[in-house]
T-cell receptor, first 117, second 109 residues
Framework: DTAVSQTPKYLVTQMGNDKSIKCEQN?????MYWYKQDSKKFLKIMFS???????INETVPNRFSPKSPDKAHLNLHINSLELGDSAVYFC????????????????FGPGTRLTVT | QKEVEQNSGPLSVPEGAIASLNCTYS??????FFWYRQYSGKSPELIMS????GDKEDGRFTAQLNKASQYVSLLIRDSQPSDSATYLC?????????FGRGTSLIVHP
């Protein structure tokens, strides 16, 4: 049973379109993340939610909007897609709370390869 | 800007040798340290986590942490061609993760 799943796995679309990527985790974790990995393989954090609350909101275009309907799901909606949005997007989860203490490892989904033409 | 630095490589070692991967970080308050392995076209998978100074061993892998020097390393003993991948160092403070750019490891037969 997949721990962190993402849909779709591949997404090919044209510039200007709006698309969504969905993520679900069945690990019972409190925190979920979205990362972008570009062609140079750098893994850049975009957003993080803890129990449906946005806790990390890095500098990304406001065309990107995360939404967490519950703590097991974190979706990413992208408006007006641009060529530079082409990348692999990874969802991840971890058993972290906002309390001080250990920060736990993250488990990654399989990724969504987005190609904007 | 909190940073995690890794040598991009590639690091090339012969099969059976020890591969040594290094990582430095800038934020002294960092709490948790992780090594992930990423094969081409796949997602990162956790290899090791380490939270306190010293060594932590798991099979052929040993993670070493020196908080005073802000340095974390990963040793892979008896390297195998299947270890060829990109190794990502990650540092977390509370729930905030920062990844290095990764070191490419090539293990040749």
């Amino acid at each position: 049973d997949t721990a962190v799943s993402q849909t779709p796995k591949y997404l090919v679309t044209q510039m200007g379109n709006d698309k969504s990527i969905k993520c679900e985790q069945n690990l019972g974790h409190d925190t979920m993340y979205w990362y972008k990995q570009d062609s140079k393989k750098f893994l850049k954090i975009m957003f993080s939610y803890n129990n449906k609350e946005l806790i990390i909101n890095e500098t990304v275009p406001n065309r990107f909007s995360p939404k967490s309907p519950d703590k097991a799901h974190l979706n990413l909606h992208i408006n007006s897609l641009e060529l530079g949005d082409s990348a692999v997007y990874f969802c991840a989860s971890s058993q972290d709370g906002q309390a001080l203490g250990y920060s736990y490892e993250q488990y990654f989904g399989p990724g969504t390869r987005l190609t904007v033409t | 800007q909190k940073e995690v630095e890794q040598n991009s490589g590639p690091l090339s070692v012969p099969e059976g040798a020890i591969a040594s991967l290094n990582c430095t970080y800038s934020d002294r308050v960092s709490q948790s340290f992780f090594w992930y392995r990423q094969y081409s076209g796949k997602s990162p998978e956790l290899i090791m986590s380490i939270y306190s100074n010293g060594d932590k061993e798991d099979g052929r892998f040993t993670a070493q942490l020196n908080k005073a020097s802000q340095y974390v390393s990963l040793l892979i003993r008896d390297s195998q061609p299947s270890d060829s991948a990109t190794y990502l160092c990650a540092v977390k403070k509370y729930y905030i993760p920062t990844f290095g750019r990764g070191t490419s490891l090539i293990v040749h037969p």
